[in-house]
């Protein structure tokens, strides 16, 4: 079993600069996958980034990336040069690597100020 | 590709009621999800699918029901809807294996009166 924790209900960025929103997390599995996934006002969810927990190497997509911290259970997204287009809610999640359930937190809503 | 797709994409059910939401997936995923939305909270899994004729619960599958008789398909079942069932509902897929991305549907947002 997992647990998701995102301590910032609300956060905001200037355009073009640079956001980092938190997530800590809790499993009793050894290997697991960890996921950013974003909610714009559309409704649609879109998976950012995910992690390996096996992978010590931080992932980066693009302008997206992570703090994995494995010991600290501690699993952060950056967001560089921030555009409107980022205005969303961000969701964390884990996976057991023999499971077939996402657990999400509870999200943090970004707000691109222009 | 479609992708994952769902129907209605809006709702209103009186207490009592039943319906059935319909999800349907064009990448030929073998994994597939229900999952609802509170306001101001996560996704928690209702139920998900391993294949065609495999169910299993999740986290709050209580007042549901599914069924997965094709690879595509993947219908959720609201028998004796309530308030508590007011949400939004998302249908998802996914390849094998935990570490693959679940694609999501529009969702579809329920309010029983």
């Known amino acids: 079993a997992q647990t998701v924790t995102q301590s910032q209900p609300e956060m905001s960025v200037q355009e073009a600069e640079t956001v980092t929103l938190s997530c800590t997390y809790d499993t009793s599995e050894n290997n697991y996958y960890l996921f950013w996934y974003k909610q714009p006002p559309s409704r649609q969810m879109i998976l950012v980034i995910r992690q390996e927990a096996y992978k010590q190497q931080n992932a980066t997509e693009n302008r997206f990336s992570v703090n994995f911290q494995k010991a600290a259970k501690s699993f952060s997204l950056k967001i560089s040069d921030s555009q409107l287009g980022d205005t969303a809610m961000y969701f964390c999640?884990?996976?057991?690597?023999?499971?077939?359930?996402?657990?999400f937190g509870k999200g943090t809503k970004l707000s691109v100020i222009p | 590709n479609a992708g994952v797709t769902q129907t209605p994409k809006f709702r209103i059910l009186k207490i009592g009621q039943s319906m059935t939401l319909q999800c349907t997936q064009d990448?030929?995923?073998?994994?597939m999800y229900w999952y609802r939305q509170d306001p101001g909270m996560g996704l928690k899994l209702i139920y998900y699918?391993?294949?065609?004729?495999?169910?299993d619960k999740g986290e709050v599958p209580n007042g549901y029901n599914v069924s997965r008789s094709t690879t595509e398909d993947f219908p959720l079942r609201l028998e004796l809807a309530a308030p508590s069932q007011t949400s939004v509902y998302f249908c998802?897929?996914?390849?094998?294996?935990?570490?693959?991305?679940?694609?999501f549907g529009p969702g579809t947002r329920l309010t029983v009166l």
């Open positions: 998802a897929s996914s390849g094998q294996g935990a570490q693959n991305e679940q694609f």
């Open positions: 999640a884990c996976s057991g690597a023999g499971s077939y359930q996402l657990t």
């Open positions: 990448m030929n995923h073998n994994y």
């Open positions: 699918s391993v294949g065609a004729g495999i169910t």
